[in-house]
């Protein structure tokens, strides 16, 4: 398996400083997590394309964008996969208190859990949109959100300021644009933003969760505005500019795939494609539901 992967890798994972440094990134990711997926398993830093690296776990994925004036985090994972997080910042050569934003996908423990500890470590500020805002302060799960009473509670965490739907936050030459893609959660919300490695240019895409689990005895067909928040969201996600996507959760883009080089790094309809499994996996749970 790795004989093949020596090949491929280099190509795949290309942007990445030092040239050779993706490959061993990704054959360490790859040894690390064969066989795991827990929220958190620790895993080594990879790096991805120009200054993009996972510093998470197996099984969620956190996302560090570095550049010249301070670096941004995107999701924390769980409390105990937290610390990791910070040495993998650290192995790359970064270090914690030039961290100047956190952001989140959504306010769930296994993304959320470990952001109080990261933003002690960092002292970064977390911004966050409206909607999620006091279930990442108190850690509790919103009462009409469908997992609510599965989830345990996790330890709240600042934040900082509110973005709107569409708002660009900035760290420097860092440029990301706040997308809100509500139904998994009520703050949902997916990044994207445009890095280049000399001349090569990708629009990156990190699209929040889009699945539709719910806790026991939860129906989705008695709730036709969730519903249909879900499939607003999809179609958002599906007509992104997409070149590279990323998401929560490595196995819902096939992130491991994609490091071994079965599958492309970069795909341009990666994000129409995630979208649309979605939105057939939200089908066949609502003829589930009803007995269509």
Not at 187 to 198: F, I
Not at 223 to 247: E, G, N, Q
Not at 256 to 279: F, K, M, S, V
Request: with cysteine.
């Amino acid at each position: 398996m790795f004989a093949r992967l020596a090949a491929g890798l280099a190509l795949l994972l290309i942007g990445a400083a030092p040239a050779a440094r993706p490959a061993a990134d990704a054959r360490a990711w790859l040894a690390a997590c064969r066989g795991k997926d827990g929220w958190s398993d620790p895993a080594p830093p990879v790096r991805l394309f120009a200054n993009v690296a996972d510093v998470g776990s197996c099984g969620i994925t956190a996302l560090l964008i570095a550049g010249p004036q301070g670096h941004v985090l995107i999701d924390g994972a769980t409390a105990e996969a937290a610390p990791a997080i910070a040495r993998n910042i650290q192995r790359l050569g970064y270090r914690l208190r030039d961290v100047r934003l956190i952001l989140n996908s959504h306010e769930h423990l296994d993304h959320a859990g470990g952001l109080a500890l990261l933003q002690r470590l960092t002292g970064a500020r977390v911004p966050a949109r409206a909607e999620a805002r006091r279930a990442l302060e108190t850690g509790q799960t919103e009462p009409d959100d469908p997992q609510h009473g599965l989830l345990a509670p996790f330890a709240g965490v600042r934040v900082d300021r509110l973005v709107r739907d569409g708002e660009v936050l900035r760290v420097g030459p860092i440029a990301l644009t706040a997308l809100a893609t509500p139904g998994h959660t009520r703050g949902g919300t997916s990044w994207s933003w445009r890095r280049c490695a000399g001349r090569d240019c990708r629009t990156i895409v990190y699209a929040d969760s889009l699945s539709a689990v719910s806790a026991e005895g939860y129906r989705f067909s008695d709730h036709p505005a969730l519903v249909a928040t879900f499939r607003a969201s999809f179609a958002k996600v599906a007509a992104l500019r997409c070149d590279m996507l990323f998401t929560p959760h490595p196995s819902a883009s096939a992130f491991a795939e994609r490091l071994a080089g079965t599958r492309p790094l970069a795909d341009p309809a990666a994000c129409q494609h995630y979208a649309q499994a979605a939105a057939a996996r939200l089908d066949a749970r609502l003829a589930q539901e009803t007995g269509a």
